[in-house]
């Protein structure tokens, strides 16, 4: 049977949507960033522990006190965890979300419950937006708005509509035939039969669809953090690229703490605006611990709350300016850096990170897959990235994007990919040698990001060119999921083979062997290049040509990654503030002030 090249013909109407309709994603897109944007700033605005107490109140007047003192631990914990901001951001997004999936989910719910034509046409297309895999909905989501929260609210929300539109249809279609008779008998028009029978009966299927919405909202963010949105989804992915239990169990712990608060809050919001609902919770039984304030007592107390926190100057001062300096080159200038989560791509994005706020320039820095990386330099949306290894390795991304990046030159090279074995398997020295040791390492090799040039060119010409493609199975994965399958085998003595490249700190941290390359089929080094956005360095002079003279040795990156990885999570730019201190005069020598001197470090 002959191919059916469908996704040729997406390709293609995809494309023509770029090309002809961009108009409508840009005004999408300020819609959407304007909604977020006003959302957070709400939320941030106040101290954490203020904000805490306000939905305290709110959860003590829908739920009882119970459920106040719990929600108030609840986000308590979240900004003892540091993660208050990406908590909020996460917040704002599924906020946002939530409201256009209702904004278009409910009404179209109404009128697939009036109609049975339209419910019958709707119905595929919910089938096929909840069984289609979320990861998909990103990528023209990236297409049509670029990286960050715009792309990450598009695919939650076409993620959640489907139980928003179910719900409401069925809601309204559940309502007793003869209650919607008798209204019609005595004169009722179909608006008011909609409005004050229909909807207020259905009011807790739709509730509980609102509910889902939310819900199927949260599990997304995580996989919308692929994309740059940042917030407790961002924190997730960054943990999982980098193999941080810890971290992804903190995020994930923020995660749920938001799930449950906005779980029962909507839970008892329907409750509260339904007509029975209302009468359920008069005939029940109050006591101290389920007592619930009137609305006019929790509207005081957030009042008093919001005065109080005026009073202590709790949201922060407006007046004073620090006094610019020789060094405050940026005078407070955004750069967003993006990065693979790759040790030389941490320590060099992290040093730039440090050197660049210390002439005076904000600095944002976002982990990404390698794909999405290269799509947002494209777009414009990351200004520069430091981890381009080229010519070889990432030359499909040049090849696609070049023409919309600029080069700043290479800053650290030769390297060399391979495929590397513990020095225990001693009669595997070559790829070579591996064409009979099938068995012996189960036909795997441990491989890194499926997005990386490396696992490309491995796939694709190293397999083939040794005789292994019929043999052995790569493993797609993360690379801190390939050294935490090499540490386990390596402590146990166990075969295993692993693509690797250097420089690389697990070859001072493990004794390892490189697997010998006659016939040449991984190619020449690559050298690690800056690639940045069109114009930057048109825009940012200085930065443009402090990145171009920009290089380091062997010995000092292998240094950086050796005391980033002493460090952990969370501490990379302590890490590098200690190395350059460590290391006195790199930081006039990279990004050169007149009159800057070492003072500038003295004074931090």
């Not at 959407?32 to 805490?52: F, H, K, R």
């Amino acid at each position: 049977m002959p191919r059916l090249h469908l996704g040729d013909w997406v390709d293609s109407g995809v494309d023509w949507l770029v090309t002809h309709m961009s108009w409508l994603f840009d005004a999408v897109k300020t819609v959407v960033e304007g909604m977020y944007d006003g959302i957070d700033a709400v939320l941030t605005a106040p101290e954490p522990l203020l904000l805490a107490g306000i939905l305290a109140l709110l959860a003590w007047w829908l739920l009882g006190l119970v459920a106040g003192v719990l929600g108030f631990a609840g986000f308590a914990l979240i900004d003892s965890l540091d993660l208050w901001e990406e908590a909020m951001s996460t917040l704002s997004l599924v906020l946002v979300a939530t409201v256009i999936a209702l904004v278009i989910s409910v009404p179209l719910g109404i009128w697939a419950a009036r109609s049975r034509a339209v419910s019958a046409a709707v119905r595929p297309v919910l089938d096929l937006l909840q069984t289609m895999p979320s990861m998909v909905l990103l990528i023209p989501a990236i297409l049509f708005f670029g990286m960050g929260v715009p792309a990450g609210v598009v695919a939650t929300l076409i993620f959640a509509l489907a139980p928003g539109v179910r719900m409401t249809e069925l809601g309204i279609r559940q309502v007793d035939a003869e209650l919607v008779e008798a209204a019609e008998a005595f004169g009722t028009t179909p608006r008011d039969t909609l409005l004050r029978v229909q909807l207020p009966l259905a009011l807790p299927t739709i509730m509980a669809g609102v509910n889902q919405v939310i819900m199927l909202g949260l599990s997304m963010v995580v996989i919308a953090g692929m994309v740059g949105t940042g917030g407790l989804g961002g924190a997730v992915n960054e943990a999982i690229g980098q193999l941080d239990i810890g971290l992804g169990f903190e995020a994930g712990l923020g995660i749920v703490v938001l799930a449950i608060y906005l779980d029962r809050m909507t839970g008892a919001l329907g409750t509260r605006i339904s007509p029975l609902g209302r009468r359920a919770a008069a005939k029940a039984r109050t006591t101290v611990w389920t007592y619930r304030p009137r609305a006019a007592v929790a509207v005081v107390g957030v009042v008093v709350l919001a005065l109080v926190a005026g009073g202590m100057g709790v949201f922060g001062s407006t007046s004073g300016t620090a006094e610019a300096s020789a060094t405050d080159v940026g005078k407070g200038k955004e750069i967003t850096i993006g990065y693979i989560p790759w040790d030389e791509g941490i320590a060099s994005t992290y040093l730039w990170k440090e050197l660049l706020e210390e002439r005076g320039f904000e600095v944002k820095t976002t982990q990404y897959a390698a794909g999405p990386l290269y799509t947002g330099l494209a777009t414009g949306q990351v200004d520069f990235q430091t981890d381009s290894w080229l010519p070889t390795t990432h030359a499909e991304y040049w090849t696609k994007y070049g023409k919309q990046l600029d080069d700043l030159g290479r800053w650290y090279g030769p390297t060399s990919l391979e495929l590397t074995v513990p020095s225990y398997m001693k009669d595997v020295n070559s790829l070579a040698d591996l064409k009979n040791k099938s068995a012996e390492f189960d036909g795997r090799i441990t491989g890194i990001e499926p997005s990386a040039g490396m696992m490309g060119l491995l796939k694709d010409k190293v397999l083939q060119q040794y005789g292994l493609d019929g043999t052995y199975k790569v493993v797609d994965g993360s690379t801190p999921a390939m050294l935490a399958e090499l540490k386990r085998a390596y402590a146990k003595k166990e075969p295993i083979v692993v693509t690797l490249w250097s420089p690389h700190w697990a070859y001072s941290e493990y004794d390892l062997k490189k697997l010998k390359d006659p016939e040449g089929a991984w190619g020449k080094g690559d050298g690690v290049h800056t690639l940045s956005r069109k114009g930057f360095a048109a825009d940012n002079p200085e930065v443009g040509t402090w990145l171009r003279n920009f290089s380091m040795t062997e010995k000092q990156l292998t240094g950086l990654e050796a005391q980033i990885q002493k460090a952990g999570k969370g501490k990379e730019q302590d890490a590098v503030r200690a190395w350059l201190k460590e290391n006195p005069g790199l930081v006039d020598k990279w990004v050169p002030v007149a009159g800057s001197g070492e003072k500038s470090r003295a004074a931090g």
